[in-house]
Structure formats: structure tokens, C-alpha cells
């Protein structure tokens, strides 16, 4: 089965500061990658996926990753956060026809 | 597109009894559906996969008697956590996987917030 871990589960910054989330992921198999964002009392949104192709999505809002096979790590990427970007960030990947979360990162943007 | 909905979005009830939570997918026809749960400041965690017409498949350790799904029709699955205890408080949250769609993506509802006295 596949695992997904993410780091730094508390990250606070200043707007227009740059932010980098990490996450690694185990699995043997062709997996898909995804990133979703969860706003205070709101529900899960993608922010981008990864299936195949080139190694850098970009996403809604500003966002991107880069899927690096060798690493097995799909990190997200902002270079520069608002306010707004105030959530908790999940990294997940499917494999075996199930998704796999990581345990978010709680990212919270001081104005 | 792709929105599903979750009803009730919170509920309280007391220890013993039994909620029946509705996960619905209103613009599209969701083949499979996916029930989660989150405890505070943690991931989510998979408790079953629901194929509309066929039983569901429990994920190790999640009690297939204690939360009954039913997958009836390609818009409507149903969790329902009988005889719920206070350990039982958790958000559950729903997905729903297109008919249909060739690569893997989710469509998640808004979350049900059960508390149970």
C-alpha cells in the first residue's frame, strides 16, 4: 500500500514570502499525485494533479509542483503567498485505486 | 461541474443511537464513492470504497456492522454509524470518482460533522 508524508505539519510566513511544502510518497507502482487545499470551515479542493507528462503542474491560485520520480516527492510551490493562501495543504497519491493522504500542512499567512 | 453535497453538514445525537449521513453527487454520475474520516489536526483516512449496486469494501480495522453503507443509486451513497458512541465524534467526509472517467481524480463533499453525546 502507499504512504505519503509531509513535513513541517505548521508553517507560518509573511505574505509575499515564498513557500515550499514538501512531500514524499512510497509506492512501487505508476501512481497519480495530487495536492488539495481545505480553507477554515470549507471543503476540499484540488489545487493540481500530476498523471503524466511534464514533471511541472501548475495549479490553481499561483500554485505549482514538481513531480521528481527519483525522489519520489511531489513538492508544492508558491512564490508568493497572499492571506487568502491560510489552509491546510494535503499532498495525496493514488495507487491500488485508492487515495493515500499525507497529514497536511497548516499553513497560516500573516498579513 | 462535479459538485457533491453532504447531508446533514452537522449532527448531533446521543450515545446509542444511529445517523444516517448522504453523500450525493448533483451534476455527474459517480460510479464509485469513497467515505473518509478526519479526527482534528489529522489526515483524512479511507474507511471504505462504495460501487453503486455491489457491497462496499471496508479499509482493515473500519467495523462494516457498526458504519452501514449503501450505494443504491449513481448519485446517492448513504453512511450510516449505528449505535454511535462518544469515540465515534469525527468529520466524515465523501467522494465521488466520475463514471466513466479514465484517469483517478475525486471530487470531495463539504463534510459532515457528527458529535454523539
Known amino acids: 500500500a502507499q504512504s505519503v508524508s509531509q513535513h513541517n505539519h505548521h508553517v507560518i510566513l509573511s505574505e509575499a514570502a515564498s513557500l515550499e511544502l514538501g512531500c514524499n510518497y512510497s509506492?512501487?507502482?505508476?501512481?497519480?499525485l495530487f495536492w488539495y487545499v481545505q480553507y477554515p470551515g470549507q471543503h476540499l479542493q484540488l489545487l493540481l494533479k500530476?498523471?503524466?507528462?511534464?514533471?511541472l503542474v501548475k495549479g490553481i491560485k499561483g500554485f505549482e509542483a514538481e513531480f521528481i520520480k527519483s525522489k519520489f516527492s511531489f513538492n508544492l510551490r508558491k512564490p508568493s503567498v497572499q492571506w487568502s493562501d491560510t489552509a491546510e495543504y494535503f499532498c495525496?497519491?493514488?495507487?491500488?485505486?485508492?487515495?493515500?493522504f499525507g497529514k497536511g500542512n497548516q499553513v497560516v499567512v500573516i498579513p | 461541474g462535479a459538485v457533491v453535497s453532504q447531508h446533514p453538514s452537522r449532527v448531533i445525537c446521543k450515545s446509542g443511537t444511529s445517523v444516517k449521513i448522504e453523500c450525493r453527487s448533483l451534476?455527474?454520475?459517480?460510479?464509485?464513492m469513497f467515505w473518509y474520516r478526519q479526527f482534528p489536526k489529522q489526515s483524512l483516512m479511507l474507511m471504505a470504497t462504495?460501487?453503486?449496486?455491489?457491497?462496499?469494501?471496508?479499509e482493515q480495522g473500519v467495523e462494516k456492522d457498526k458504519f452501514l453503507i449503501n450505494h443504491a443509486s449513481l448519485t446517492l451513497s448513504t453512511l450510516t454509524v449505528t449505535s454511535a458512541h462518544p469515540e465515534d465524534s469525527s468529520f466524515y467526509i465523501c467522494?465521488?470518482?466520475?463514471?466513466?472517467?479514465?484517469?483517478?481524480?475525486?471530487?470531495f463533499g463539504p463534510g459532515t460533522r457528527l458529535t454523539v453525546t
Open positions: 451534476d455527474f454520475q459517480a460510479t464509485t
Open positions: 467522494s465521488a470518482r466520475l463514471k466513466g472517467l479514465v484517469r483517478y481524480e475525486q471530487y
Open positions: 495525496a497519491v493514488n495507487g491500488d485505486n485508492r487515495l493515500a
Open positions: 500530476y498523471f503524466s507528462g511534464d514533471p
Open positions: 462504495s460501487n453503486e449496486g455491489s457491497k462496499a469494501t471496508y
Open positions: 509506492y512501487g507502482g505508476t501512481v497519480n
